[in-house]
């Protein structure tokens, strides 16, 4: 597997194991994530799996230097002090001294909050301070859109690594990954298969055919062809490792176009600007 180097240096698995929405079976699941190969996991408070996912690790006897850990702060713990107790609370239950990588799940919005701006930069300024300490190797956000990025860069001694978005065929938020480029942020997807929607969806199932390959691995590849970190999810032993060991192709540019333009029939409606949680 190849790894990213972000914009300070350090490296990233290019594919990631997502552990959104899994909660039953979570130490099964990751010890057969862990012995296909996934050394990138990635987790949040949120998700309530954080436990599991350090059980299995230390199950796993792999040595804590080969994994690459992400976790978020979510968004009750979008604070100076909330950023150190979920840090905090993060670290012991997955069992570890120090994270990979540190991200804010959602930003705080313009529809929520008056001074969403200084909600941000507050938790951000936290994260710098675990970053500078050596706590977290690297810092970055989640679902950040251009209006809460560009607010960010105003104060920010550290930019942001990472930018964590929804992307997939049909939904590729262009504007701001081209941002995030510009500022040489990585982008890294989440749901990139389209929490199993775009599975269905028989214009991608077409291309899919072209190549010889599922309409998950297609997925895969076209984010990776898109140069974006993948977060690949799955509970199937057999699915969690064909997600990672796949020979790799390259999909034509008429295809990837296709894929781009696809109907948003994967997209979860979530838009960070909106959403009231």
């Given amino acids: 597997m190849k790894n990213v180097i ?27 994530a862990l012995e296909a190969g996934y050394r990138h996991i990635d987790t949040a408070d949120i998700y309530g799996n954080e436990a599991e996912i350090g059980e299995a690790i ?32 993060s670290l012991k239950k997955l069992k570890t001294n120090y994270l990979d990588l540190l991200l804010i799940h959602w930003p705080a919005n313009e529809k929520q909050f008056k001074n969403w701006k200084e909600i941000n930069a507050e938790t951000w300024k936290a994260m710098e301070e675990l970053y500078k300490s050596g706590v977290v190797k690297t810092i970055g956000v989640s679902n950040f859109m251009l209006p809460q990025l560009e607010a960010l860069l105003e104060t920010a001694d550290v930019i942001p690594a990472v930018n964590q978005i929804e992307f997939h065929p049909g939904y590729v938020q262009q504007s701001v990954v081209d941002f995030c480029k510009e500022k040489g942020i990585a982008i890294e997807a989440w749901s990139p298969i389209g929490s199993g929607r775009l599975l269905k969806d028989e214009d991608l199932k077409d291309i899919a055919d072209k190549y010889n390959v599922s309409p998950a691995i297609l997925c895969i590849q076209f984010c990776l062809q898109s140069g974006v970190i993948v977060l690949p999810k799955s509970e199937n032993p057999e699915n969690i ?8 192709f390259k999909i034509e540019e008429s295809d990837m176009k ?20």
């Fill in 6 to 32: 972000l914009n300070n240096g350090t490296e990233i698995p290019e594919i990631g194991f997502g552990t959104w929405q899994t909660t039953e079976s979570v130490q099964k699941t990751l010890k057969t």
């Fill in 58 to 89: 230390e199950e796993s006897g792999i040595a804590r230097k080969d994994l690459y850990l992400t976790t978020k702060i979510w968004n009750s713990n979008r604070s100076g002090q909330g950023v150190k107790y979920s840090v905090e609370q």
């Fill in 241 to 248: 490792k064909n997600n990672l060991h796949f020979e790799r």
């Fill in 258 to 277: 296709a894929l781009k333009t696809l109907e948003e029939t994967g997209f979860s409606g979530l838009n960070p600007e909106t959403v009231d949680f």
